[in-house]
C-alpha cells in the first residue's frame, strides 16, 4: 500500500487519539508509526484525566471519613500528600508502559521525538526524514498563562498534579472544569481555596443550575470564590507568593495555580510551510472527515480544538482509519457528547442546557423538570451537600435534549443517561421506565412537574 512512502500514515503525538487512530489503522494492515516528543500516553493519561481523578480518588476519603463518623465509625485519619502522589506516579508510570506495549504489539513503529513536517508527504524527527502517504497531526494542547509580571512563580495542572508538598493555602486563577476539579482535590485534602474568576460564576457553557448548584456547594465547603477580577502580578518572598488582584486586593499563598485556558499544540509544526490552516479559535480547521485543507494531512483531537475530551480524540482517531484503511467511510458526531466535572459533589451533564434549548425552541417550546433534595445518605451523615438533577424537554416532540446533575455519581448516572438522549426518548419513555429505590438516580424517571417559569 506505501508504494513510495516509508509509512502508509505517520502520526505525530501519542496520545488519546493519535495512539487510537494509529492503532485501528495498523489493525487494517497500514505501515504506521508514531512519534511522541515526550511521553507515550499524553495528557489524559499522564496529566489529565487519570492522574486528577486518582488525586480526587485520594483525597475525597476525607469526605467519607467524616460522614463515616454520622453513621457511629470512630475513624480520623490524616493524608501522606506525598505518598498519595508517590502511589498516583506508580499508575501513571504502568499506564505508559502499557501505551508503549499496546503499539508495539499492534505494529506501530513508536519514534521518540519531536516532529515537524516538512512536506505535504513528508516529517523531519531527529534529523531524519520520512515520508508517509498520510500525516496525522495529534499533537493535543497546552495550559496557557496570561503574560503578567511574576508569572513564573504560578504553576499550571502540569505541576499541580506533581506538587510533592500539600500547599496549605492556594490561589486557583480559573473557574472552568480543571480550576473546580483541583479546587476539590486541595480543600479535601486540607488546603485553604481560593478561586479567583474574571466572569461572574464558574463552569462558563454549563447549565445555569449546574453553575449556581456547584457554587453554592463549594462555598458550603469553605472554598472562596472570587467573581470579577483577575490576578495583574504576583511577588514572591521568602517562598510565598502574593498575587494582586485587578480590584486592588491582595492574596497570599504557598501556591498559585492558573486554570485560564488551554491552546492547541500547533506552535512549530511546520504547519505554515505547507498550507494547513487553523480556525478562529487557533485549533487546526478540520472538515467532518478531520481533513485540514492540505490533501493527505489530517488532524483529530484537542489540537482542533473543538470537543477537547479523551473519549472524543479517540473516536475521531479511529473514524479516519476506518475511513482511510477500511472503506468505511466514518464522520464523528459530535452532538450530545456526554461530559463530567469530577468537582466534588460531581457534575454528570448531557445535551443542550437551558438557555441553549431556548435559543433553538423558544422560552414556549421548552420544558424543564428540576430537584433539588438532599441525598439519603447525608441524612444521617450529617453532611449539607445537596444533589440537583434537571430534564430539558423539547415541548413540540416531548424529546428530552438536556439532562444535567451536581451530586454523588453524577457522572456515572449520565452514562447511561446519555443514551437515552442520543437515542432520542421521550420524556414519555422517562416516565415508563420503572424507578430503581433507593437511588438518587430514579429521580430521573420521576419527575412529574414542568418548573414554572
Ligand atoms: P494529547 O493527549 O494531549 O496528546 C498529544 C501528544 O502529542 C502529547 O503527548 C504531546 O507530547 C505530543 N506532541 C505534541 N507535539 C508533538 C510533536 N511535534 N512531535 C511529537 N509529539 C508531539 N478529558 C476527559 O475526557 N475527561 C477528563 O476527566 C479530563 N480531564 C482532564 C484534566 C486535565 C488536567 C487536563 C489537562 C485535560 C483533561 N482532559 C479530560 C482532556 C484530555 O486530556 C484531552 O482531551 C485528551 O488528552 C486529548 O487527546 P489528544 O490525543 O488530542 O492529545
Known amino acids: 500500500m506505501t508504494g513510495a512512502y516509508d509509512y502508509d500514515l505517520f502520526t505525530i503525538g501519542a496520545g488519546s487519539g493519535g495512539v487510537a487512530g494509529t492503532r485501528r489503522a495498523a489493525s487494517y494492515g497500514a505501515r504506521t508509526a508514531i512519534a511522541e516528543e515526550w511521553r507515550f500516553g499524553g495528557t489524559c493519561v499522564l496529566r489529565g484525566c487519570v492522574p486528577k481523578k486518582l488525586l ?52 506501530v513503529e513508536a519514534i521518540a521525538g519531536r516532529a515537524r513536517i516538512i512536506g ?20 493535543g494542547g497546552r495550559p496557557e498563562r496570561p503574560d503578567i509580571p511574576g508569572i513564573e512563580y504560578s504553576i499550571t495542572s502540569n505541576e499541580a498534579l506533581d506538587l510533592q508538598e500539600l500547599p496549605r493555602r492556594i490561589v486557583i486563577v480559573g473557574g472552568g472544569f480543571i480550576a473546580v476539579e483541583f479546587a476539590g482535590i486541595f ?28 457554587t453554592a456547594e463549594l462555598l458550603k465547603q469553605g472554598i472562596s470564590i472570587n467573581p470579577g477580577v483577575s490576578v495583574t502580578r504576583i511577588d514572591r518572598s521568602a517562598g510565598r ?58 488532524a483529530i483531537g484537542d489540537v482542533t480544538n473543538r470537543i477537547n475530551l479523551t473519549p472524543v480524540a479517540i473516536a475521531e482517531g479511529r473514524a479516519l482509519a476506518e475511513t482511510l484503511f477500511n472503506s468505511n467511510p466514518t464522520s464523528m458526531d ?52 445537596r444533589t440537583m438533577m434537571k430534564l430539558i424537554v423539547e415541548s413540540a416532540t416531548g424529546r428530552v435534549r438536556g439532562v444535567h446533575m451536581v451530586g454523588a455519581d453524577a457522572p456515572e448516572i449520565i452514562q447511561g443517561v446519555a443514551i437515552a438522549v442520543k437515542a432520542g426518548l421521550t420524556k414519555k419513555a422517562f416516565d415508563r421506565t420503572v424507578a430503581i429505590h433507593p437511588t438518587a438516580a430514579e429521580e430521573f424517571v420521576l419527575m412529574r412537574d414542568k418548573l414554572k417559569r
Do not use: C
Open 56 to 107: 480526587i480518588y485520594g483525597t475525597h476519603f476525607a469526605h467519607e471519613m467524616a460522614d463515616a463518623r454520622g453513621y457511629g465509625w470512630e475513624v480520623d485519619g490524616n493524608l501522606d500528600w506525598s505518598k498519595l502522589v508517590a502511589a498516583k506516579n506508580r499508575e501513571t508510570d504502568r499506564l505508559e508502559g502499557i501505551y508503549r506495549n499496546l503499539l508495539s504489539g499492534a505494529g
Open 187 to 214: 480543600r479535601a485534602a486540607g488546603a485553604s481555596v481560593t478561586i479567583v474568576i474574571r466572569g461572574e460564576k464558574i463552569l462558563r457553557g454549563f447549565d445555569e443550575d449546574i453553575r449556581d448548584h456547584l
Open 120 to 139: 505535504p508527504n513528508a516529517v523531519e524527527i531527529g534529523g531524519r526524514r520520512i515520508t508517509s502517504k498520510y500525516i496525522l497531526i495529534a499533537a
Open 334 to 385: 459530535h452532538t450530545d457528547v456526554p461530559s463530567a466535572v469530577f468537582s466534588q459533589p460531581p457534575v454528570g451533564t448531557v445535551g443542550l442546557s437551558e438557555l441553549e434549548a431556548i435559543r433553538l425552541y423558544g422560552v414556549e417550546g421548552v420544558d424543564v423538570y428540576k430537584a433539588t433534595f438532599r441525598p439519603m445518605k447525608h441524612t444521617i451523615s450529617g453532611r449539607d451537600e
Open 241 to 298: 507568593k502574593r498575587a494582586t488582584l485587578s480590584d486592588g486586593r491582595e492574596m497570599d499563598a504557598d501556591t498559585i495555580m492558573f486554570a485560564t485556558g488551554r491552546v492547541p499544540n500547533t506552535r512549530d509544526l511546520g504547519l505554515e510551510s505547507v498550507g494547513v490552516h487553523l480556525d478562529k479559535s487557533g485549533g487546526i480547521a478540520v472538515d467532518e472527515w478531520q481533513k485540514t485543507t492540505v490533501a493527505g494531512i489530517y
